[in-house]
Structure formats: C-alpha cells, structure tokens
C-alpha cells in the first residue's frame, strides 16, 4: 500500500505485508512469504491500471473518447487469441473509451493500442515515470526502476496489444502507480515522490534538508480531466465498484488483474491492482494497493483501498 498527497508527492504512508519483527529477523530469513521484502517497493506487471496510460496516449495524440470499437469478447493475432474478461458473455460490443475503461474491456484496449502504435504508448509510460527511479533512491532507499520496453525497431501487433492492456515487458512499481493516480488528480502535474524530509540531531535541528522537489506536465489539464470522468465511473458503475467511499467524497481509479505467466497447482498466479484517489471534488490522496497473486483487483485490491479511505476520512484526514 502507499498513500501520497496528491499536491506535493510527499509519500504520507507505505506498507508491506507480510510484516516481520525488526527485533529478531532470523525466523523470518527463509520464509516462503518473503516477510522481508518490502512489495511497495517492487516492481510487478501493471495489467489493467496500464490502461490509464494507453488512454492517456490517445487523448493526447487527438482520440475522441467517443472512439467505438467493437469487442467480440477477443481479438486473434495470427492465431494468438488475447481474451477480454467476459469474453464467455460474448464480450462488450460495441464500445467507446469511457465506457471500455471503466468496464476494463482487452479488446478495445488492444484496437486502441494498434490505433496509436506502440510507441505513443511507450513514450506515456515514460512520461509518467515508468521505467525511471522515482528519487526515493536519493533519499538512501532501494527502489526498481521498473521496466519500459525500448522503442527501437518495429512492433508486432501481439506486442502492442499485449502493451496496450498492461501485460508483456512492462514491469510497474505500486510507488509509480500511486504517482500516475496523483498526476492525474492534480491536473497532469507529476510531482517527484518524496519519503524523508530532513535529517535531524538527536535536539531535532535539522542538519540536512534532502526532501524532494520538482514537478512536470505530463498530460494537459483537458486530458487529466477526461481520465479523471473514465475513473469515477470506473468506481460509480465499472469494475471498481468495491473501491467506492459512498459518504466521504467518492473516490476514483483503475483496477487491474494482472497476469504473471507463473503457475502453482496449474492454476495461474493473478496479481490484483488498485490505484485512485480521494475525495474526488477535492482530491487529496492518491492510494494504490497491491496484492501478490490476489487474482482480482476488483474483488481484492479495491475493497482494501475502500477500507483505508475511509478510516482515513473517519480519523479527519
């Protein structure tokens, strides 16, 4: 989980779980459940939450987001057929870009993706700091760069498709998602993310001032706004219905179910996403949430991200 405020990227809260005692670390140094490593600070396939990129490319590049697309539940590349979620109900239809979004339907993202070519998408990605440090690294603490395939060459369509939904060589750290979410709350202003303030003597002067500073347009005011309509329906009326916070302001994000290509018991490991913000008139927190092998994002990452907004709230944050 990390917590960032949306206006200065100051990171307000970051946690791992499992968790361990600081205070005798052995029992846990050959734990299958990596009680160690800070997931946070990982990096994961986006799948879904990718989406917000590739829409964002597309309103950039012109696309209307009354765009239609048909969904048949697939889309087939020589013989490699990508499923939409639903695609045993026939797939959505006929659709546009709002509604695709907040229904995460593949196969419009695919359609969309091949529309733009991979890489407007690629250079969104890296506009939102994807495949770059964030700057947590400055302040003393480890973080992945993440991964963002090269542009060099030509695209196969397979690869933009998969590119287009959020699978394929694209690795995200839930620390840059919960950015992206801010980003997009604050109007496309991408702040750099910021952990530690200052150092301080044991009489609490500051010594040293190492807070991060520095902030970039990466979407105009008019897209960021677009995207922003795509994730409050999204939570209203579309996957993220479990992430909503009826009561205190609404809320707004993605989901994402990413696949991982990993199998135990033949049965494929599925990582869930949640990334949003709230209250959604005034935005204060971007919040993502990250659950390893939690196979939904609408049925496990959402419903924490629900939980944590609104005891936020409930305290008077």
């Excluded at 045993?88 to 969309?112: D, P, T, W």
């Excluded at 400055?138 to 963002?148: A, K, L």
């Excluded at 702040?191 to 530690?196: D, E, F, G, W, Y």
């Amino acid at each position: 989980v990390v917590l960032i405020d949306i206006l200065t990227g100051n990171i307000l809260a970051i946690s791992s779980r499992p968790n361990f005692d600081p205070s005798n670390i052995n029992p846990y140094l050959n734990d299958a459940n990596q009680p160690l490593f800070n997931r946070a600070l990982g990096a994961y396939t986006p799948g879904s939450i990718f989406k917000i990129v590739t829409a964002a490319a597309a309103l950039e590049s012109g696309v209307s987001p009354d765009l239609v697309f048909e969904c048949p539940g697939y889309v087939d590349f020589d013989g490699t057929r990508i499923n939409c979620w639903n695609h045993e109900r026939g797939g959505h239809g006929f659709i546009n870009m709002v509604q695709a979004f907040a229904q995460s339907c593949n196969s419009y993202f695919i359609k969309l993706g091949l529309e733009i070519g991979r890489d407007t998408i690629l250079d969104m990605a890296n506009k939102f700091g994807f495949g770059h440090l964030t700057g947590l690294n400055r302040q003393n603490i480890n973080e992945p760069s993440g991964m963002v395939p090269s542009t060099i060459g030509p695209a196969h369509p397979a690869e933009t498709g998969n590119i287009s939904i959020g699978q394929g060589p694209l690795l995200v750290s839930p620390v840059q998602a919960a950015n992206m979410t801010a980003a997009i709350a604050n109007g496309g202003i991408l702040n750099q993310v910021s952990l530690v303030d200052s150092i301080v003597n044991d009489e609490g002067d500051k010594i040293r001032n190492i807070k991060n500073s520095g902030w970039s347009r990466v979407i105009s005011k008019e897209t960021a706004a677009a995207l922003q309509g795509m994730m409050l329906l999204t939570v209203q009326a579309g996957t993220g219905n479990m992430a909503n916070v009826r009561g205190y302001g609404g809320s707004a994000g993605k989901t994402g179910s990413a696949e991982t290509g990993w199998k135990i018991d033949d049965r494929e490991i599925l990582h869930a996403w949640f990334s949003g913000y709230f209250p959604v008139d005034t935005p204060k927190y971007s919040l993502c949430v990250f659950i390893e092998d939690g196979k939904s994002g609408s049925s496990s990452a959402a419903p924490v991200f629900a939980e944590i907004a609104a005891k936020l709230m409930d305290a008077g944050f």
